[in-house]
């Protein structure tokens, strides 16, 4: 683990201290940092420029910011405006918005899981991925509060959970495979899917429906229904989740949950910038 400083000396070099062997020099990537000297200028400015303006702005030699112009279009970074202007890309948009989007789904997660509670009187968690497993950041709790195996700040097995398989239903094939496998899954109950080829094909369904249900795979008092939460861009960021005890899990209940779940979902994904109606951003 490197300590990076953000101080550079008169030949551009950042330094750093290793917190296992002690200082170390670590060298700034003199073209990366040209280029993202770049794109604080643009940000800097009020419009389109040029890149002659580019050039005499910040005094770096004509050729490499034509170089770094050309790297940076092709990645999405700037983008030509009218006759020979540059500004910026979509994709500093995009990652703006996954970067804020982290910040604000625990908080809007906590806020409207508290708000469908009042409305369902169960308990209600927000959760994401991380790694394998599905981390909880946010959890609202009615009066009868039911036990569960969860709480924020735990992780537990994201395939075992409604929560988790919302998510990971978001995945490509080769995501899910690097991140779950090929062998037996491990098991919560006796009901936890551990065959991965049983997992693949409720992902799929979950992926159509946007609903995914934990039948008591995770703990077997306790039913769930989940829906993804998504930000700006329409990238599914969390998940958020109903837990009912499975003698209040009637047919019309499982209505109820699942619409209020949907419901709920929505709400925060509004919150984080994402309109259903167009699928992205409005």
């Known amino acids: ?5 953000n101080s550079r000396d008169g030949d551009g070099h950042g330094h750093a201290g290793s917190g296992c062997a ?40 004509r050729t490499a910011v ?62 994401v991925l991380r790694g394998r497993n599905v981390l909880y950041i946010a959890r609202s709790d009615p009066d009868r509060i039911v036990r569960l195996v969860s709480a924020v700040g735990r992780q537990l097995p994201a395939h075992c959970t409604a929560l988790g398989k919302v998510l990971l239903s978001e995945l490509t094939t080769a995501e899910l495979e690097a991140r779950l ?9 006796a009901r ?26 995770s703990n077997l008092e306790v039913n769930c229904i989940a829906a993804p939460v998504r930000n700006v861009v329409g990238d599914c960021v969390a998940a958020i989740s109903i837990s009912v005890p499975l003698a209040r899990m009637t047919p019309d209940r499982t209505e109820i949950i699942r619409d ?23």
Not at 181 to 189: F, I, V
Not at 192 to 217: M, N
Request: proline share 4%; charged share 20%; net charge negative.
């Open 1 to 5: 683990m490197f300590e990076i400083s």
């Open 66 to 127: 034509y170089e770094l112009i050309h790297t940076l279009r092709e990645r999405g970074f700037v983008e030509p405006v009218g006759e020979g202007h540059l500004w910026l890309g979509a994709q500093l948009f995009s990652l703006g918005s996954k970067y804020a989007g982290k910040l604000d789904v625990a908080r809007v997660g906590q806020e409207i899981a508290a708000f469908v509670t009042q409305q369902v009187e169960e308990t209600v968690q927000v959760g």
């Open 260 to 282: 209020a779940v949907l419901a709920g979902a929505q709400r925060i994904s509004s919150r984080l910038g994402y309109s259903p109606v167009a699928g992205t951003a409005g």
């Open 192 to 217: 936890s899917i551990t065959d991965p080829a049983v997992l693949r094909t409720e992902l799929a369904t979950i992926l159509q429906t946007g609903v995914a249900y934990d039948d008591r795979e």
């Open 181 to 189: 496998g090929n062998g037996e899954l491990e098991a919560l109950t």
């Open 22 to 61: 002690g200082k170390a020099l670590m060298r700034v990537v003199p073209a990366l940092d040209r280029g993202l000297e770049i794109l604080e200028f643009l940000g800097s400015v009020d419009g389109p420029v040029r890149p002659a303006e580019i050039i005499a702005r910040l005094g770096l030699p």
